[in-house]
């Protein structure tokens, strides 16, 4: 009796093993569109996005990403260069920027720091 549960205790532990090990299998972030407003006040580099109130999210997203924020403004420095334009309306999935590096004096405004995970699709013309 005393090996069975050993036995059983043993193939436990290895499936936790298993399953903590295991790669996560987190959806990817839905698109979503913005606009980009214009270069951030506080530092070089970063752009201020605004997020139109009409995008969609799909509910099965994972707590980092971009779902919880269905129009405002939020800021990023990973935008990439060619869709740096100021009125340039993009397609992007974005997720939340834990780890910000942007530096900020309390005369400005402070959005929400992001990353850019892809640009999904671009309006072509630039803006207005």
């Given at each position: 009796m005393r090996s069975f549960l050993y036995i059983v205790l043993v193939y436990l532990c290895l499936s936790l093993l298993v399953v903590s090990c295991s790669e996560s299998n987190?959806?990817?972030?839905?698109?979503?569109?913005?606009?980009?407003?214009?270069?951030?006040?506080?530092?070089?580099?970063w752009y201020v996005l605004k997020l139109q109130d009409d995008a969609k999210v799909t509910g099965?997203?994972?707590?980092?990403?971009?779902?919880?924020l269905h129009g405002g403004y939020v800021t990023t420095s990973t935008l990439p260069?060619?869709?740096?334009?100021a009125g340039r309306r993009l397609s992007v999935s974005l997720?939340?920027?834990?780890?910000p590096?942007?530096?900020c004096t309390a005369v400005n405004v402070i959005y929400p720091?992001?990353?850019?995970?892809?640009?999904?699709?671009?309006?072509?013309?630039g803006g207005i």
């Open positions: 987190d959806p990817a972030p839905a698109c979503m569109q913005a606009e980009v407003v214009g270069p951030d006040a506080c530092q070089p580099g099965n997203q994972s707590n980092s990403y971009i779902g919880q260069g060619e869709y740096r334009q997720e939340v920027d834990d780890e590096t942007q530096i720091t992001v990353r850019v995970v892809r640009v999904c699709a671009a309006d072509d013309t």
